[in-house]
């Protein structure tokens, strides 16, 4: 919804003022230059990426629309999993197995909707668990595994918003194509008289204008929204490394979850006395 209101905000801001200073719309609605420019971006971006890529960024512009931060609740729901999970581990590493073979199964899992919902970390609870269960690394190598495991999902995240940035940077220059292939057309009106070539060379500053429009009210700040989800979902993962890092060194569950909890954004860190009470119930209900 953000996206949507900074979008409206700039439309409004950019083209208000030019009309209060007296300028009319019906001078920027050059469809002709939106196609030169806008075509020229999107085969520039077909151009350089796979499909893989495209319908990444798809998605991730999709996202952006409807991404609403993760909340403290989602957090200490997140903390509540990891202190069931490394309980059950504690006392009995085997028994923990069929939860992590299959999550959506899980008892444990099906108690926390919010986190089952995410894909990439149930895979990274999942996975790191069951190699650790299979074949016990010592912390430093876990840690290891763990930092290339976020690193590798990081860079592959970070492709999408990078391309709409190129493409973004692109835009002031396509813009200038279009203003170019304007005077070009201005130059044959010559002996059409003064408003003629007026109208004309007008027409092809609109280009230069929404090139540089498009750029830096909307593509910019649309990656700049990308990364910063990124980001976030980011930081709920390395939450997850924080707990996990801390059973291989042997912790009980509440000091896991503790350094789990130190590791959240101060913004959405669910208290100490919340995290103490919600995993105390969680004892009494088990």
């Given at each position: 919804m953000l996206v949507i209101l900074g979008a409206v905000i700039v439309f409004v801001s950019v083209f208000g003022g030019f009309m209060a200073e007296g300028g009319h719309?019906?001078?920027?609605?050059?469809?002709?230059?939106?196609?030169i420019i806008g075509g020229a971006g999107l085969g520039g971006l077909?151009?350089?990426?796979?499909?893989?890529?495209?319908?990444?960024?798809?998605?991730?512009?999709?996202n952006t629309l409807k991404f609403k931060g993760i909340s403290q609740k989602e957090y200490l729901d997140l903390l509540c999993l990891l202190f069931e999970l490394i309980k059950t581990?504690?006392?009995?590493?085997?028994?923990?197995?069929?939860?992590?073979?299959?999550?959506?199964?899980?008892?444990?899992?099906?108690?926390?909707?919010?986190?089952?919902?995410?894909?990439?970390?149930?895979?990274f609870i999942?996975?790191?668990?069951?190699?650790?269960?299979?074949?016990?690394?010592?912390?430093?190598?876990?840690?290891?595994?763990?930092?290339?495991?976020?690193?590798?999902?990081?860079?592959?995240?970070?492709?999408?918003?990078?391309?709409?940035?190129?493409?973004?940077?692109?835009m002031p220059g396509l813009g200038i194509v279009a203003a170019v292939l304007g005077v070009v057309i201005t130059m044959g009106?010559?002996?059409?008289?003064?408003?003629?070539?007026?109208?004309?060379?007008?027409?092809?500053?609109?280009?230069?204008?929404?090139?540089?429009?498009?750029?830096?009210?909307?593509?910019?700040?649309?990656?700049?929204?990308?990364?910063?989800?990124?980001?976030?979902?980011?930081?709920?993962?390395?939450?997850?490394?924080?707990?996990?890092?801390a059973y291989a060194?042997?912790?009980s569950p509440k000091v896991c979850v503790e350094f789990a909890r130190r590791t959240i954004p101060p913004g959405s860190r669910p208290s100490y006395k919340a995290v103490d009470e919600a995993t105390s119930n969680l004892k009494k209900a088990g």
């Open positions: 719309m019906e001078v920027l609605l050059q469809p002709i230059e939106l196609l077909i151009t350089s990426s796979p499909i893989s890529l495209i319908k990444m960024i798809i998605s991730q512009v999709l581990a504690k006392g009995n590493p085997l028994s923990l197995e069929p939860h992590v073979e299959n999550p959506e199964s899980s008892e444990i899992f099906k108690k926390y909707p919010h986190v089952l919902h995410n894909h990439h970390a149930i895979d999942a996975d790191t668990l069951k190699t650790q269960i299979s074949s016990p690394m010592n912390a430093y190598d876990l840690e290891d595994m763990m930092n290339q495991d976020i690193a590798a999902a990081h860079a592959e995240e970070l492709r999408a918003p990078a391309v709409v940035t190129r493409v973004g940077d692109a009106k010559l002996t059409q008289g003064k408003e003629v070539i007026g109208h004309s060379v007008a027409a092809a500053l609109v280009g230069t204008f929404l090139g540089i429009l498009a750029s830096y009210g909307f593509m910019q700040p649309l990656s700049a929204k990308m990364e910063g989800i990124i980001a976030e979902e980011g930081a709920f993962i390395e939450v997850i490394k924080a707990a996990i890092l060194k042997e912790c």
